[in-house]
């Protein structure tokens, strides 16, 4: 890979890979990369939306019933988090877009800081809905809707376990990523202090950026759809 | 190259971003507010006598979606991005819309013919003959189980198929 | 006399280490030829013993004295899909056999059953399953049964996620992508190596899963085979398996993807490409679209059998239907990530072996894209059967019929390119010419299987296994072959002996019809799919001439494909210096060194003539030294 042939110009930036013609040509690769990542993300998220629209379909009544289970502020306290560090995130890449780096460190560990929050919500939603026994599938523990203690569900619901199949599965899926954009973001932050990025080259943070939008937006739809309607 | 060259790309500043939080923030609320404390079908009802279903849902669903599009619009750049990337995310939402839509015929209408088969079949009297002649079975119930267990009668395959049909129906 | 360049890609470096660690797409493109065609001649080692095993009725291997027994017992009950309930239920029909083909009918209930040897066999001669009989007899005649079930499902994995999957777009795609658009290498090296790794583990995991355990679930993986039978470790193993090649799969086309949209060489738009380009795109698409589906529907599939999660379980108020749905949203538009690389290479070998301009480049361009998205919207045409809805039948059956429209465009396109051409009939030409034969059959029988009534007369028998063989075989593998002679010369920089070659392509073809063609006959006259064993039936005279001549096809086309390894490994390192443009061919990869050096060309290249424009630009100006035309 050494001898590339040097028809970079005169100044070329050291990030730039040896088969690209110049920094924009680069920038946009890994932004059309991540792009099309995403979407494979979007249709892997889909699979289990599929899930719950079908299901949801053949039995409203049972979902309508086990999502009074669920805790209402904690998934509202959660969806705030998440749209917080999304600005947070976007005046980060604003910021180093602006060749301000100080700032963008500044922000990437505000973002890092709220996906923490969130995460610590998330377990403790978890272990609540364990003690409860509200496992997914067979190992569902919980005589509740049966006994007809829980408020607002008039009728005895069929297979509520399923309810929370879903819910962990999207859940579950869903905070696995939050870890792996702040993993991400952690690492960006980190090369951000030590000067990698400027307004010339930035891509990672960029990317990490519309990762963490995505994952925003999962959870934007994830939440209406789990613990409102 | 690509068709997008400007080397210094339109940098919103960072009131855009404020806006837009602040905006979610509210959407956020509101979609709390509505799918816990209201129930719009009877409110609509008794203030102006429409009968409407599913309202709650409808609203909630459609503050998240604005949501979804202010988030994809200025957070993800795709407002001012080339619009190459507009073109990928929104293609790749149409595919899994095929997959629901494609999916639904089947899960929304499975078993109707099988009952409307089964209703002909009931009213055109088969069933009887068939009780009559075990062994003509298999003729019709073409999917039946191993042969040589069904011989003990048509009742039993006749109330399979009945439940068979019902099931299906969800 | 031709002479290879002094420094290419293969010497530029030495050791074990430097092709390990490589970044450039020509040497990747290689480490993924060695290990996909190794899987392709493995596979194929599994298709011979399925064949000998068919090829008279009566078990062949681990017959014990299980067969005579069991007449003495009951009359002819000597198989046919008889065993233990797992067994007979995988036979039934929902599983392993290879590309997709309209594999399967589970029945909903989970009850599956051998529907087509009832119809063909009259009650007082055929008994599927004596619950009398001894467990001492159950275990040896499952023996012979299980063995026969791994081995089709050996074949089936290994050739559908192991070899047809990876075989165009991972080894003739990344050789010849940046050198056709003129770039120095892929968007994403690093990703390219990753992708490889990725396929070696994916590949380790399912074949050990296989091979260690009792994997009976075929290569659908439906529902209930897949949560209740064989060993819970080597189901999920598999099904992670699957799970790692998908994402080798969806990044090598997100890696494509981008290298076409960004990296093409200056003044190269869009329709001056050549048309394995936009194959490759249209399969790129496929494979980012379509693969996270199965990913996700591998992840629900472990969770239930792990966890139990209910969603695909009815018993748990799941729907194991549902999994089917999943599974072929996947697994059908993956039939076209197997073809369209197909089609891309048939464009290159009609037009630079009859030396004509392609017809129609643009209606070939986007009935490769329209392939690929209608290919999203027809999967349930495999699943007539399963008790879907009948609407979503019809629905299914409808759009179906709507494939043929691209596909005849491009048929009709290069019969059309080929009329008036100085056709040559080199190796490449022949298996072009093959193909263009064999795909019309097989592309004609998919019409008889997506018309929804005739379905279900032909449902799991083989016809269905000799439609997609034809289009598989025929079709994508018969384009492979032909691609990889074609560019054989400039991969290594040397050519094989053609009369060697012409022979085994011979011996392919005829081999091939003779496996293949029996087989419509088989299934339209009710051999079911799936059977080790097929004595005892209505016809088994008819069945066992068929078989016994498919069988002697498929040692015919083992022969052909034994020979065509020989020629070209030797001629990979012994075979005469090819020279830098052999065929005469017009498109940027004939404008550099065979083999290429590591920068892909000597010079950056720039367009100076479309790859087609034989009429207005003569082979011989093409020169490595300019990349390009050489200068006057």
Redesign the interface.
Known sequence: ?S???D?HGPRQHPAL?????DM??QH??L???L?????????????????Y???R???PEMFAGASKMLN?WLG?LN??VL??S??T???AV?CI??DQPKKTVWYLLATIAFAGVFMIVKYFEYTHKFHAGLF????FNNLDFALGKVEGVVAPI??P??FF??Y??MTG?HSLHVLGGMFFLTWAAWRTSKGAYSSEYYSPVELG??YW??V??IW??L??LL??? | MSAHSDKHPHVPPARVYYGVGAILFILTAITVVTGKCLQLDSMVEEVFKLKFTGLNLILVMAAATIEAVLVALFFMNLLYDNKMYMLIFVGSLMFLSFFFILTLFDTVHRGRVYAERDTIWTESGIYDKLRANPGAVRSIHGHDDAPGSDAPGSDAAHDEQDSEAEGRDH | MNKLPEKHFINSSRGIKSWLLTMDHKRIAILYMIMVMSAFYVAGIFALIVRLELAKPGALFFKDTVIEKQVDKSGAQKGSGAAGSTVAADEAGTGPEPAGAEGAGGDETGVAVPAAAEQTAPDNQYKPIDPGMSGDDKARMAKSQVFYNKMFTLHGVIMVFLFIIPSVPAILGNFLLPLMIGARDVAFPRLNLASWYLYLIGAAFSVFAILHGTVDTGWTFYAPYSTQTGGNATVIMITMGVFILGFSSIFTGLNFAVTIHKMRAPGIGWFDMPLFVWGIYATALVQILATPVIGITMVLLVLERWLGIGIFDPALGGDPVLFQHFFWFYSHPAVYIMILPGFAIINELVTVHSRRHIFGYKAIAFSSVAIAMLGFMVWGHHMFVSGQSEFSSMVFSFITVFIGIPSGIKIFNWVATLYKGSIAWTTPMLYAASFLILFTIGGLTGVHLGALGTNVHLHDTYFVVAHFHYVMVGGTVIAFLGGLHHWWPKIFGRMYNELWAKIACGLVFFGFNMTFFTQFYLGSQGMPRRYHDYSGMLKTNLFESLHGFSSWGAMVLGLGLLIIAIYLIHAAFKGEPAGDNPWGGLSLEWATTSPPPTENFLVDPEYTHGPYDYDRVLPEDMSSETAGLRKV
């Open positions: 890979m001898q590339a042939i028809d890979a040896h088969h690209f013609n924009e040509q946009e690769s932004k059309m990369g792009w099309l990542f995403l979407v494979t993300e979007l249709l892997l998220f889909g699979g289990l939306f599929g899930v629209v079908f299901f379909v053949w039995h209402t509202t969806a705030f749209i917080a999304s600005v995130v976007a005046l604003r877009r602006l997914p599938g067979e190992n069929q297979n376990h399923v199949s879903i962990f599965g899926l950026g519309l939008h995505f925003d937006l934007i739809y939440f209406p613990y409102l309607i």
